[in-house]
């Protein structure tokens, strides 16, 4: 049986500073407010605002859909994460089609 540190570093994770970024970011993205007001507190909402947003969550000031960090619109976040999927020795190199399907996941 082969040994688990043998696939140390195979699986691409986002990075501790760029989760830190990410938060920033969203406190930063008025954009974003209604979304985590209803992850935060779906009660303080009207029905169909909550019932639209039912499906994200806000876990250590990371905003989640449906498990999936969501990533604000900041183009320097956006870009750490392709390079970190798409450049990096786990990721293998991937083609754009497969890097997406990365991060998208």
Known sequence: ????????????KITTSLLEEIKEALQD???LDTVVAAATDPDSMT??????????????????CQGQVVVPHEPKIKRRLLSQFHDSPASG???????LELISH
Not at 1 to 12: D, N, P, V
Not at 47 to 64: E, P, R, T, V
Not at 93 to 99: E, F, G, K, T, V
């Open 93 to 99: 190199h991937q083609d754009r089609a497969s890097a």
């Open 47 to 64: 029905h169909s605002i909550a019932a639209k947003f039912k499906d994200y969550m806000l876990q250590n000031g990371i905003l989640l």
């Open 29 to 31: 993205n008025s954009s």
């Open 1 to 12: 049986m082969l040994q688990k540190t043998l696939f140390e570093g195979f699986g691409t």
